[in-house]
């Protein structure tokens, strides 16, 4: 964005930005993480327009909770400390991943910086750390005095000189009133607190409107509506200001400082032909979306998917082909012209100053669960487009708290299932691809996808069942034999994964992480089909459809079919017995293939509630060999139970003994 805003200035002056930090709730350490990755964000040169006037951060406190209101004064003093000269140099010095106040947070506590700050005899320093003493305190200590500029008194055989203690409390008192918080604040409906004193810095502002939690079925969309038109203040300006482009960063998230950087480019084009006659204009782009990157500590083992990898890095590039991918909430940014009811032509369809059609045909969609899913529908059916940003090893923002229990992870996956469901049945076909403006024919076809893609579950559940049921009744699921039916499926499946396969190769995608994907989809199918009959009965009773939030989905399921697929191998081998090995060796194959492929889909999520681990390849190796040889055992033994004089071991059972004999033999000989 520095280099586009050199070449033409009016592209800076047009890129005004707020960022929406819509909080309900969150843990404090959290929102504490989120705040430090907004106020850092890296700006461009706007001419005689300072920092503050081009960005600001807005706060969007649905809980009304006076510890944010500390937590962001607390961050934005801080962020004043980090571009004093000194500590900017300090933490240059220090080789800090940013000199600012992200930089100067992350130094201090991940990287030596609590101790090494004695290196250096700076005033200023101690005073930022002292801060950040006590913001580690109020976001661990929410419930207590909700000072975070108190100090707890210290034991008298540990005391400083009274002439030091006095200077740190001066410190805190000077921080205290220079940010103009009463102690005995109270925070009311439609509060707001401005923070606006430093010029270098974005503008922050905390905001809890008048009526939090509304609608009930998207209070996010409400939330940050609440900020895009007055609502709360009709004969006000809207806490965006001036804002062009608003920025969704959700709470659990932190973005990284060059984010802006890196996005904001897309929404402008290049008009003519390169060179002095060339001039930049908006592009028809509504919103630009990035991929959620997680820490690096869960990507070796995500057994819930958060990763997401066919999503951000196969699937989603796709779709940015032709303009086409849809938004997914957090680390997306919005043209606010198109938000307000102008379609990709500069004509208007909605009028923004009629307040009842908020939420409905301006602003963020709140009429079904998933309003960025929604939004991005409405945007392509007025024209608009979308754009991706998602470079190899970039990562434009980081997760803070990921869910890291079956039970989180169902329930996010349920809202998300259920919010597709409701766009079918409360929009139809019609809103998702038949009517509208849509750019190409390919936005009619994607956004039918996100509108019914959770019928898939459908056959994906079946192949989790065909193991038991086969191994149960004994019947084949399709009436063929087994040779011919692989003769034809084996092709299927191989094209089907082929382009995953070569889409994940081309962007250098981590093939586990892939796996894991389909591994997380298959033991989640249960609740796709379960997020469509909830809504379908929801629907069938008329009643409304805010009312899905009290659905809960069951973890029973994923537990109840792992162990089916046991039983059906314990039914396989009792029809052996009774059908002997030659009559059953293929059915009894076609089970034991299938449901151990069913077991290694569902094994991540299983043993992460279980708390088992996966064993290692030397374990493995005996559990194969028991395996192994029990089943031979057990066949050969099923397989005479049909005789009724001695006869030798079926020719079958001989040899896969015979192989077991020879292989151990090599190992042997080869060690």
């Known amino acids: 964005m520095d280099q586009l805003a050199l070449t033409d200035v009016s592209v800076a002056y047009n890129a005004r930005v707020s960022i929406f930090l819509p909080t309900a709730g969150e843990r404090l350490d959290i929102v504490m993480l989120a705040l430090l990755g907004c106020i850092s ?30 937590m962001a004064a607390a961050v934005y003093a801080l962020g004043t400390l980090a571009r004093i000269p000194s500590i900017v140099n300090i933490l240059r010095a220090e080789n800090a991943v940013s000199p600012d106040a992200k930089g100067l947070f992350d130094w201090w506590k991940n990287g030596g910086g609590h101790t090494r700050r004695h290196l250096y005899n700076d005033s200023h320093l101690n005073q930022a750390c002292h801060l950040m003493e006590y913001m580690q305190k109020l ?30 409390q001066k410190i805190a008192a000077t921080m205290l009133q220079v940010l103009s918080i009463p102690p005995d604040l ?49 004969d006000s300006e809207p806490l965006i200001g001036d804002s062009t482009i608003v920025a969704v960063n959700d709470c659990r998230h932190q973005l990284q400082p060059n984010f802006l950087q890196r996005t904001v480019p897309y929404f402008f084009k290049l008009q003519g032909n390169h060179g002095e006659s060339g001039q930049y204009t908006w592009d028809k782009v509504a919103f630009v979306q990035t991929p959620q990157r997680f820490p690096a500590e869960i990507s070796k083992d995500d057994p819930l998917g958060n990763h997401a990898a066919v999503q951000y890095d196969v699937i989603n590039h796709g779709k940015d082909g032709i303009g086409a991918v849809s938004s997914s909430g957090h680390g997306s940014l919005w043209r606010v012209e198109a938000l307000k009811g102008i379609d990709a032509e500069g004509k208007r369809y909605a009028n923004a100053s009629e307040r009842s059609q908020v939420g409905a045909t301006i602003g963020f969609r709140s009429e079904m669960l998933v309003e960025d899913t929604h939004t991005s529908i409405d945007m392509f059916r007025h024209g608009w487009t979308s754009r991706y940003v998602n470079e190899p090893g970039e990562h434009l923002s980081m997760c803070t708290h990921q869910p890291d229990s079956i039970q989180w992870r169902i329930k996010q996956v349920l809202r998300w299932h259920q919010g597709a469901v409701q766009l079918l049945f409360y929009k139809g076909i019609t809103y998702t691809s038949l009517g509208g403006q849509f750019p190409t024919i390919w936005h009619r076809i994607y956004a039918f996808d996100q509108a019914t893609y959770y019928l898939q579950a459908i056959p ?55 796996q894991r994907d389909e591994q997380v989809w298959l033991s989640t199918t249960y609740v796709q089909i379960y997020a469509f009959f909830s809504m379908l009965t929801t629907s069938l009773c008329c009643q409304k459809h805010e009312n899905a939030w009290a659905v809960k989905a069951p973890t029973w399921p994923l537990f109840a079919v792992f162990i089916g697929e046991f039983i059906g191998i314990g039914g396989a081998l009792f029809w052996v017995g009774k059908y002997t090995f030659e009559d059953w060796s293929q059915n009894l194959l076609s089970v034991l293939g299938s449901a151990m492929l069913a077991l290694f889909a569902l094994w991540p999520m299983v043993a992460l509630q279980m708390g088992w681990k996966m064993p290692s390849a030397y374990h493995m190796k005996v559990i194969a060999w028991t395996v192994l040889g029990i089943l031979i055992v057990v066949i050969d033994f099923l397989g005479n139970l049909n005789y009724v004089d001695e006869q030798p071991v079926s020719a079958v059972s001989y040899g896969l003994a015979q192989m077991s004999v020879r292989y151990q033999q090599f190992i042997s000989i080869g060690s």
């Open 41 to 70: 964000q890296r700006m461009w040169a706007c001419g005689k327009r300072t920092k503050s006037e081009v960005l600001k951060v807005l706060v969007l406190d649905e809980k009304r909770r006076k510890g944010v209101l500390q």
């Open 186 to 234: 109270k925070i009311t409906a439609a509060y707001i607190h401005k923070f606006s004193s430093n010029p270098t810095l974005p503008t922050l502002i905390y905001y809890s409107r008048r009526d939090p939690g509304t609608p009930r079925v998207s209070p996010k969309a409400g939330n940050m509506n609440s900020a895009i038109f007055p609502i709360d203040y009709p």
């Open 139 to 168: 976001a661990t200590n929410e419930d207590g005095d909700g000072n975070i500029f108190s100090l707890t008194d210290m034991p008298e055989d540990i005391r400083l000189p009274d002439e030091k203690r006095k200077v740190i």
């Open 460 to 514: 994906g559940y079946i192949l989790l069942l065909m193991p038991i049921i086969y191994g149960l009744t004994g019947k084949s699921p399709f009436d063929t034999q087994v040779a011919d039916f692989f003769l034809f499926f084996t092709p299927f499946m191989i094209t089907a994964m082929l382009p995953t396969l070569i889409s994940g190769n081309w962007r250098g995608v981590d093939s586990d992480k892939l």
